[in-house]
Structure formats: structure tokens, C-alpha cells
């Protein structure tokens, strides 16, 4: 069999389950009932959320208690992201810190970074933006040129990063950058540098997507000062550690859940009376998504047992995006012919946000790409 | 998988490795029924995996069966094995001994009275497969005592036509008296039992071809050489077999749900395995069969044997449409605040 498309039958636990209750209770209690937003995982922003979770324990789950996590399992956390994002709760702020900067800093981190950071972003306080992308380096990362030079007690950066989210909110960026010129092995002499953006000499520019929100930014660093302590893992690493969070990055129930309140409210509006292609369009829908669900709890057990399930994730990732997007393409054809306000700002809403949904966090050609390697194809 | 099903999955891969080559599967479609793989399978307690030993089993339950039947379409074995299976699992569920031999089922429109010491078995069923090779026909009866009833297939006025596999399909008209001993009274509906059992089966089968079909494709884009490089260095192969892979992927993963007795087995994770599977199989034949190009349009290239049965398999015991209205159904009468807590509670 293939590298990659061993997806093994896992159920989530009791507790696990356990602990759904308890989510969903909380969501009732803390967000409006009339709360609209879509599922999409990056739409709506709000500290004082991302702090309610963590006072749950709900950030940094899997972390050990000593960092301030609560020594969880990855099923468990898994549990909690799908309800929050099926609820659309506003959980953007703390996200990436929570998915993959605390787990990078957990890994490859210094012991300081790790008492110093994790706590915080356990407790919902500190957030993080992704620095990979630049605007000559869209998919193809290895060809980065912000560049980091040696100077007293640390490292001067320059060049720019590009697409990454929320960075006009958030504290901190772990960002590619190169420590040393382009040599022939393309993915040498890269690392991971975690910067405050509020440092001196950053600018952050919001670049409006195409549905009017500004939620990207371009960020420009012009001789920004880098401290030793806040390099991450070894100098020339980069790479390498660029790949292992892309495991957490692309497995997740965000991938497969943008359009899930579209297919929510299209229930709502069919009501007790559907014809007979909307009752089987629902139930297509629903037959991939529950499938998509499986192989997604399936990749939790997988970090639960300390694999780096790459391909997999690309594979649930690429097929998750495929279903987000067939799903308001489908509804939008089989729409009653009345329909409420609602309804119709919930589909355009996701209609705008869909050619997201196979660009970020891997293109469709990147992860088929990684799909084709596991397949032992290149 | 425990054990005895680690043991199951082995020796119906190597029996078939050995004995279903595609000489075999041609011949069992010119007609000629494959005794000796048949005998092969049996005298290893294949053909009745997962059949209660009381009854002339091996012992385990419905997922030792559904593993013989994901190994075995692999292979495109030319066999009613998803027939025998079922129909073994119904006799065994009447408290009845299991004969030897290839058995199969007429799932249709049929009712049955008492008449004199015996019963009158009067209906009609279309696509019962394998008909003239089976030993014994077994027809459900769901209306009034459910009951289940054994027919000798030479008995019964067949129209018998090969389907796009080239496997056996046949139209049967039944107007008979069978004896009282013929007829075993039914603690279940039979026929919805063994509709489920069949759409599961199918479900398994397709996944177990699919999972061929990956293979297949990928080996041959790794051979085959067109512009001075194999095609697989080609990005537009790589990209169609990626699909391709991720289709079945899902489908596996949708068939794992299957993988448990028919009394566990829930209605939504039935549905959501032929309706998803079933899915995969346009998309899947399609990449297939344009990686392998002309080729693999030939009678003579082996993927075709696997292709036509997809074509077939995902058709039969109801197709996609009627499993997704199962799963839409349940949806809307759930409403759209249960949406959520319904996917969630599907295993």
C-alpha cells in the first residue's frame, strides 16, 4: 500500500465525547443566539472569546501542564475545534497559534521560548500569524529571499512576507526567512525566526480580498532586529521544521467545514416540504462530509501517536476544499423560490470566500503534488 | 482487524494471487463457471467466512465476510461470494444449515400462502445474479409471516443475459408450491436484511476493485513511456492520479463503517458508504482509464475487469440517488439545528 493513504478506522473516545456536551453548552452560553457567522475558521476575530476558551482549557490542549497546556489528547482536541468551527464561533485570533505555532515552539523551540510563550497562548492572550509566503514565493517556498544577517546578539531581517492573516491583530509571526545565501540544495540555509510585530522598522499593509474584508496583509521588514532567543530551533532547520507543521496545518476540520452553515440554513429554508433533488443533494452532501469527518479524526489519532502524517493531511486537505466548494455550487441550484435574508448573505458570503478555500494553506496543485510523491510518483 | 481476519485477508489474496488470473475471469465470462477457484476458496471455509460453525461456518461474524468480498474484488474473482455470504448469513439467521456450493438470492416482489401441506411462492425478480451456477436460490419473503424460501434454480423460468462484467443476471418469474420444508419463518424482515447486507457487500466489493484500480494505474504510469520519460513525471498524470487516490482513500474510509455485524450496522453509515462509494466510481473509471489510455480499452489490459464490475457493483442493491434520499431524509426530519449533532453521532 501507499505511503500516505492508510487512513485507520478510529472512534473518538468516551471521553471525548464527553467533552462534546460540554462544548456545545458553552457555545450556547457565550454566543448570541442569533449568532450568523459562517463556519469558515478565519472570519471572525474576538479576544475576549479566544480568552473564555482558554480560561476552559481549551487552547493548547495537548500541551504538557508545565507550559500551560492540559496534557490532552489530539482527539479530544479535536472534538473541541470541529464544534467551535461548526458553531462559527469567532476563534481566528488564537487559531494558528493554537494549530501550529505552539506546536512548532513545543518541538523545536528553546526551553525559555516554551515557558515564556505557551502559557500565554494556552490562556487565549498571545496570537500568531504565519510568515511563509512572499510576493516573488507564492507555492514555491524554497525560493524565499528575506534574508537574515548575522549581527551582535542576534539577526537584521529583510525583504517582506505576503497572505498572512490577521497579522495586523496578532503578536508574533514565525517567519521563513534565509540565513544563508541559495545554494544548490534548494531547502538548505533557511530558519525559523518567531518576530514581534510590533518590533521597529515592520510595516503591515492590509490588502483587501476580493469579498472587501481585510483580513491578509503584506509585511515589510526593513533592517528589523531579531534577538537570538527568538530564533526557533537551529539556524538552517527552517525547512525541515516548515514541513512538520504543515501536518497540523492541513488535517484539521477547517478544511472541510468553510460551507458547512450553508448547508445548515439550506436545510432551514427547504423546511418539512423539500422535492426530491433537494432531499438527495443533502444527502450527498452529507454523505461526504461525514466521510471527510472520519478521515480527519482518523489524522488526530495519527498526531496522537506522534506520526507526521503529511500526505495524509495534503489528501484530506485537497478533498475537503473540493467538497467546500462543490457544496454552495450545488445549493445555489436547487434554492426554494423563496428564501430568507439569511439564507441567501450566508451563501453569497461563502460563494466570495471559496477561492480561499483551495489556495491557503497549500495550493491544490502543492498538495496534489504531495499526494503524487506519497504515491511514489516524483 | 483481529486474527482470525488477519488470517482471512491472507489466504484469500493468496488463493486468488495464485488462481484468479485473468485466463480464469475470461473464462467465467465466456460461461464457464470457475469450479476450481470456487473449490479452492471453499475447502479454506472462505465461501462461509464469517457464518456461525452451528450452521456449517467458520465461525466470526458479517466482517469476516465483507473482508473475503474486499479481497476477492480486488482480483475481479469471477465468483457469487457476496451471494453465498448472504445467503448463508439468512439461513443461519432461519436456523439452518448452510449447504456447500455456490448459493444466491432473488431480492424482489414476492408473496407467499399456505396451500396444502406446503406454501405457494408466487413473484418476480430482476438481476438475480449468478443464477445458473448457484446451487440453491434463496428468495426473501417481507410481507405477512416473513419468511425465507429455498428454490432449486433449474426449477425456475429464467431469462438469463451477461451484464456489462459479463457476469450471470437474470429475470425470474416464480409461480410454485414449495414444501413445507423449503420455508423457514424469519425472526426479521429478510428482505430488507438482506437488501442492507447486499448494498454492504457492494460497498465493500467497489472498494476493494477501487483500491485495484489505484494501483493498476499508478504501476502502469510508472511503466509506460511516451515523450522519453515514463508518464508518471508527467505533472498532469500526477495531478489525475492524486484525485484518483484521494477518491479511494475516502471510500475506504467510508467502507470501514461497514466493517461490523448487519445488527450494528446503522442505516446512515450504510447509506453514507454506497451513496459515497458509489460516487467515486465515475471518477475514479474515468482517471483510470485515461492514464492507461487505448490500452486500457482493450478486452486485453486487465483494468477493464475491474472498471466493468465498478460500473456494475455501484448500480446494484439501489443506486447512489436512492441512498442519498435514505441520508437526506433522515436530515430534514432531524431539521437544521440537529444537522451537526447528527454527523457527529455517525460513528
Known amino acids: ?378 | 482487524m483481529n486474527d482470525q481476519q488477519q488470517m482471512i485477508q491472507e489466504t484469500v489474496s493468496r488463493i486468488l494471487r495464485d488462481h484468479c488470473s485473468k485466463e480464469v475471469v475470461d473464462a467465467a465470462e465466456a460461461g464457464n463457471w470457475a469450479a476450481g477457484l470456487w473449490q479452492n476458496l471453499e475447502d479454506n471455509g472462505l465461501t462461509l467466512a464469517g457464518i456461525p460453525e452451528a450452521n456449517g461456518g467458520i465461525g466470526g461474524d458479517y466482517a469476516d465476510s465483507l473482508l473475503v468480498l474486499r479481497e476477492a474484488a480486488g482480483f475481479a474473482a469471477p465468483l457469487p461470494l457476496a451471494e453465498t455470504l448472504i445467503a448463508a448469513h439468512l439461513l443461519a439467521l432461519a436456523g439452518e444449515q448452510v449447504p456447500m456450493g455456490p448459493l444466491t438470492l432473488a431480492t424482489g416482489d414476492f408473496s407467499l400462502k399456505q396451500e396444502g401441506q406446503g406454501f405457494r411462492l408466487t413473484g418476480y425478480a430482476s438481476e438475480v445474479a449468478f443464477l445458473p451456477w448457484a446451487q440453491v436460490l434463496l428468495v426473501p419473503v417481507a410481507g405477512g409471516q416473513p419468511a425465507l424460501c429455498r428454490l432449486n434454480p433449474t426449477d425456475i423460468t429464467a431469462t438469463t443475459r451477461h451484464n456489462m462484467a459479463g457476469e450471470p443476471r437474470s429475470d425470474i418469474t416464480v409461480d410454485t408450491v414449495l414444501a413445507a420444508e423449503a420455508v423457514s419463518a424469519m425472526p426479521v424482515d429478510p428482505l430488507t436484511l438482506c437488501m442492507n447486507m447486499g448494498a454492504a457487500a457492494r460497498a465493500v466489493q467497489m472498494t476493494g476493485a477501487l483500491t485495484s484500480v489505484l494501483n493498476l494505474s499508478v504501476q502502469y504510469a510508472m511503466e509506460r513511456t511516451q515523450f522519453g520519460k515514463a508518464i508518471s513525471g508527467f505533472q498532469a498524470i500526477q495531478h489525475q492520479l492524486a484525485t484518483l487516490a484521494c477518491e479511494v482513500a475516502a471510500c475506504q474510509r467510508a467502507a470501514d463503517a461497514l466493517m461490523t455485524s448487519p445488527e450494528a450496522l446503522s442505516a446512515l453509515d450504510l447509506a453514507v458508504a454506497k451513496a459515497r462509494i458509489g460516487e467515486a466510481v465515475s471518477l475514479v473509471t474515468d482517471i483510470a482509464h485515461q492514464v492507461h489510455g487505448a490500452m486500457g480499452y482493450t478486452m486485453e489490459h486487465s483494468l477493464n475487469l475491474r472498471t466493468r464490475r465498478l460500473w456494475c457493483w455501484r448500480d446494484e442493491y439501489q443506486r447512489e440517488a436512492h441512498w442519498e434520499a435514505e441520508i437526506g431524509k433522515l436530515v430534514v426530519a432531524g431539521g437544521a439545528d440537529n444537522l451537526w449533532n447528527l454527523i457527529t453521532t455517525a460513528s
Not at chain 1, 501507499?2 to 473518538?12: D, K, M, R, Y
Not at chain 1, 476540520?253 to 443533494?281: C, H, I, K, Y
Open chain 1, 1 to 378: 500500500m501507499f505511503q500516505g493513504l492508510q487512513f485507520e478506522p478510529v472512534s473518538l473516545p468516551d471521553h471525548a465525547e464527553a467533552l462534546r456536551s460540554e462544548v456545545r453548552e458553552f457555545i450556547e452560553r457565550e454566543l448570541p443566539p442569533d449568532y450568523l457567522r459562517n463556519s469558515d475558521f478565519n472570519t471572525g476575530v474576538s479576544a475576549e472569546f479566544s480568552q473564555k476558551l482558554g480560561a476552559k482549557g481549551w487552547i493548547g490542549m495537548t500541551w504538557p501542564k508545565e507550559y500551560g497546556g492540559h496534557g490532552r489528547s489530539f482527539l479530544e482536541r479535536y472534538v473541541v475545534t470541529e464544534e467551535l468551527l461548526a458553531a462559527g464561533a469567532p476563534v481566528f485570533a488564537h487559531w494558528i497559534a493554537d494549530r501550529q505555532s505552539g506546536a512548532q515552539l513545543l518541538k523545536f523551540g528553546t526551553e525559555q521560548q516554551r515557558q515564556t510563550y505557551l502559557p500565554r497562548i494556552a490562556r487565549g492572550e498571545c496570537y500568531f500569524s504565519i510568515g511563509m509566503s512572499e510576493p516573488d514565493s507564492g507555492s514555491d517556498l524554497a525560493s524565499i529571499r528575506t534574508s537574515a544577517t548575522r549581527v551582535e546578539g542576534g539577526w537584521l531581517v529583510n525583504g517582506s512576507k505576503i497572505w498572512s492573516s490577521g497579522a495586523h491583530q496578532n503578536h508574533f509571526m514565525i517567519t521563513l526567512v534565509r540565513t544563508e545565501p541559495p545554494s544548490a540544495n534548494r531547502h538548505a540555509g533557511m530558519s525559523q525566526f518567531m518576530i514581534d510585530l510590533k518590533s521597529p522598522n515592520i510595516t503591515i499593509q492590509g490588502i483587501k480580498n476580493l469579498s472587501g474584508e481585510s483580513d491578509f496583509n503584506q509585511v515589510f521588514f526593513d533592517d528589523v532586529f531579531v534577538p537570538d532567543e527568538m530564533v526557533i530551533g537551529e539556524p538552517g532547520n527552517g525547512w525541515e521544521q516548515v514541513v512538520s507543521e504543515l501536518g497540523y496545518e492541513r488535517s484539521g476540520p477547517e478544511r472541510f467545514l468553510s460551507a458547512f452553515r450553508v448547508m445548515v440554513e439550506f436545510v432551514r429554508e427547504v423546511g418539512d416540504n423539500p422535492t426530491e433533488a433537494q432531499v438527495a443533494l443533502i444527502g450527498r452532501l452529507t454523505a461526504h462530509l461525514i466521510t471527510l469527518r472520519r478521515m480527519s479524526v482518523s489524522v488526530a489519532a495519527m498526531l496522537e501517536s506522534g506520526k507526521t502524517p503529511v500526505t495524509e493531511a495534503a489528501l484530506i486537505k485537497e478533498l475537503g476544499n473540493s467538497y467546500e466548494r462543490m457544496v454552495p455550487e450545488l445549493i445555489r441550484q436547487l434554492v426554494p423560490g423563496r428564501t430568507s435574508l439569511r439564507f441567501r448573505q450566508t451563501l453569497e458570503e461563502c460563494i466570495l470566500h471559496a477561492p480561499s478555500f483551495t489556495l491557503r494553506g497549500g495550493t491544490r496543485e502543492i498538495l496534489r503534488g504531495v499526494i503524487a510523491r506519497g504515491l511514489g510518483l516524483r
